[in-house]
């Protein structure tokens, strides 16, 4: 029993090593694994009646919660319902497109083929966890939404 647990912390440590020495890009990050919606915040608050909401994700149905996001390695995405859906009988995809990540690896661009593009700066990425921040001007205020996504794995 030793010794299969010796493997276990052996190959994680590989992993890991690995990384350190051949750290991967961006692009091979996030198509190492589909990536699940997990938070979803803004800054300042949105004035929604008398509330101010920061937490956005927390608004969500249960059934947008655990949308998913694949990238592949060819450079499309697809954006699919989680186990949860909205419409019992809708389509499993919500929407797809092109992705692709700035020469600098500091934003990630989604070509949505239904919905508007979207251009997120790419605050945290690693094999676990992707952080993204969605900044914008309306009515002379500054947001800045944080969007947190976790690899399933």
């Excluded at 010794?3 to 440590?13: D, E, K, Q, V």
């Excluded at 004035?47 to 949308?67: K, N, P, R």
């Amino acid at each position: 029993m030793a010794f299969g647990l010796s493997l276990i912390i052996f190959a994680s440590a590989c992993q890991q090593g690995e990384d350190l020495i051949n750290p991967p890009t961006a692009e091979e990050i996030l198509a190492d694994n589909p990536w699940v919606y997990a938070a979803h915040t803004i800054e300042p608050g949105m004035l929604q009646g008398t509330f101010v909401i920061t937490d956005l994700y927390a608004q969500l149905d249960s059934c947008d919660q655990d949308d998913i996001y694949g990238f592949s390695s060819t450079g499309s995405f697809s954006f699919e319902q989680g186990d949860i859906r909205c419409t019992p009988n809708s389509d499993q995809i919500i929407d797809n497109g092109i992705w692709t990540v700035s020469s600098d690896e500091t934003e990630l661009l989604l070509d949505f083929s239904a919905l508007d593009d979207e251009t997120f700066e790419i605050s945290e990425l690693d094999r676990k966890q992707m952080i993204l921040l969605r900044k914008y001007t309306d009515n002379g205020i500054n947001f800045t939404e944080t969007l947190t996504f976790d690899a399933v794995e």
